[in-house]
Structure formats: C-alpha cells, structure tokens
C-alpha cells in the first residue's frame, strides 16, 4: 500500500519545526510562523505556508518504489524587503544538503533546491500595506520499502 505524499510532507515540518527550535533568531524573523493546512486568522506577517506542489511514484520492485515530491515553501510578507530577509533566513536556517533528513523508514536519496521566486501580491495587509510573496522549493526523493 502506498504511503501518501503528505507523509513526506509531515517528516519535512518535523525537520523544520526542530530546526526552528534550535534557531534563535527564526522566530524573529519569521513571527508568523510556517504552517501546513490553514493558517490561523490574523497571523501575524510575515509567515509562511509548506505544501506540496506534486508528487509521483517510481516503481522498483513489488512492494519498492521511489517517491518523487515537490514541496514548496510560500512566505508572506508586507514588503519586498521584509519577503527577502523571511526567504534569506529560511535557506539560512535549513541547510538542505545536511538537514532535511527523514525519520528511519525512509531511505532519503536525495533533497536539492528548485528555483527561486517573489512576486507582489494584489492583497493588502490591515494597514493597507502591500503584501509579497515568494517561495523556496525543494525536490525530494525518498526510497520506500
């Protein structure tokens, strides 16, 4: 039976979230947050959501095969300067070559970076600021048994 791509979804937020932990100045500069499902009402900015962006499986033998996901970080922000400090503190705190790993049912072959992008958005925070968002992606493939 296939494990879901949600469940590569859930060992990355366990990676970031102990990373975030041991990231002092994380929660300064992300003070909303990153969150998997709906963001709570009135986050404060900037903050940032983890999803998926696809997935797809690669079958080896019987019960093997290689999962194959995109998991995307989207960041918040009022300003593209502030957007540029929450995305330039994340790639900082998450060293994706060494701390992306996942728990021990997993056989992670390999994590690398997609490319990076910002944009404005058309809404607006309560004081009428612009809002901006921009995403970090990763590619994760990861051997399952």
């Given at each position: 039976?296939?494990?879901?791509?949600?469940?590569?979804?859930?060992?990355?937020?366990?990676?970031?979230?102990?990373?975030?932990?041991e990231a002092g100045d994380f929660a300064d500069a992300v003070p909303g947050?990153?969150?998997?499902?709906?963001?709570?009402?009135?986050?404060?900015?900037?903050?940032?959501?983890?999803?998926?962006?696809?997935?797809?499986?690669?079958?080896?033998?019987?019960?093997?095969?290689?999962?194959?996901?995109?998991?995307?970080?989207?960041?918040?922000?009022?300003?593209?300067?502030?957007?540029?400090?929450?995305?330039?503190?994340?790639e900082g705190t998450f060293n994706w070559e060494e701390d992306l790993l996942?728990?021990?049912?997993?056989?992670?072959?390999?994590?690398?970076?997609?490319?990076r992008t910002t944009r404005g958005e058309f809404a607006r925070d309560v004081?009428?600021?612009?809002?901006?968002?921009?995403?970090?992606?990763?590619?994760?493939?990861?051997?399952?048994?």
């Open positions: 039976m296939n494990k879901p791509a949600i469940s590569v979804l859930r060992s990355f937020q366990t990676v970031v979230d102990a990373k975030i932990l947050g990153l969150w998997t499902g709906e963001v709570p009402e009135g986050q404060s900015l900037p903050y940032g959501t983890i999803t998926v962006r696809q997935s797809s499986y690669e079958w080896i033998f019987s019960d093997s095969y290689i999962e194959h996901v995109e998991i995307e970080i989207i960041m918040y922000a009022v300003g593209a300067d502030a957007l540029d400090e929450a995305l330039n503190e994340i996942f728990p021990p049912d997993d056989v992670l072959i390999h994590v690398y970076p997609l490319p004081d009428g600021n612009q809002v901006f968002s921009g995403s970090l992606g990763y590619h994760v493939s990861v051997w399952r048994v």
